[in-house]
């Protein structure tokens, strides 16, 4: 965890809980040994598991044009620096060229990845039943290896066979992604009286929002030689020796793009007491983050490019852990 979330949530657990939840005395006495508990509890909760992430790749690289040969026998299609690195094999016409942005991605978004998080709070007074927390989730980081990136039918013009579509492949990418989240939760526990009974199971649900920062590597292939010839590209790559460039991200990690984004969140689980003051918790929290992108990034980190994002990402974190309520 980084240094400022924990500052963070420490700053937030030792200054602004104890004046809510009176973390001493649950309550206070009346009179007589006398004392009256109006529920209210200081709340610390970790926890780890499994994270599910699913989202929608769209092609986000604007404008970009491909050259391409195909074969009058047999239909293959290649751009024109593979058709120039053939040697110019007889048989191809000129297809003409192609707007790639048109191009929908291959596979979509899929991972599974480990996820830790810790939270603190209270339960409201004479309203145990609702507890209010601050977390932060840390999700580690899941790869996103997809070859080829994008294929799919592309509109062409200019070339010798008349405007026309063929099937085309582009790029390859092997593409990372790790997200911290910052959230605000509120919950309601499924139990009667003021204090919740040891060694039964009760369930709660959850809401809240939160603050996601999404850090992403991208290193691109140029596998089937449609992107090299671009001028504005080749400022983000090098060119081998075949003229084929080769997109490498920052070596500095510090230098590596994120997106940030507002999270909505949903929690669904169950606790058991197993002590006066610790519970076991079980749960699935379901974080929505609207879009994160994925950008070709030159040497210095000084030029950027968007390439592809996920939209509509949703983490489901499967997790067990420990709640102590005081």
Known sequence: MKLHKILFLFAFTTVSMPAFAGWQYNGYYIKDGYYNDNGSRFVISVRGGVSLARAKIKNEMGSLYGYYYVNQSNGDVVSSLAWDAAGEPAGYLYAGYGDLSSLPAKKNFSATAFTAGASAGFTIPYHPQWRLEAGYDYIAETNYNQIPLFEGTLSVAGGDIGNSTIFVHSSGASATISTDVISVMGYYDFFDGNKKQLNQFIPYIGLGLGYASSKTTLKLADIYGDLSTDSDLQKYG??????????????????????????????????????????????????????????????????????????NMFYTNLMVGLRFEF
Do not use: C
Request: charged share 20%; no cysteine.
């Open 238 to 311: 090098t060119p081998n020796s075949e003229g084929v460039l080769q997109f490498e991200p920052p070596t500095d990690k510090s230098k590596f793009p994120s997106t940030d984004n507002i999270a909505a969140i949903a929690a669904l689980g169950f606790s058991y007491g197993i002590s006066e003051y610790t519970f076991l918790d079980f749960s699935a929290r379901v974080m929505y983050i609207p879009k994160i992108k994925w950008e070709l990034v030159n040497s210095d980190a000084s030029q950027h490019r968007e390439w592809f994002s996920a939209e």
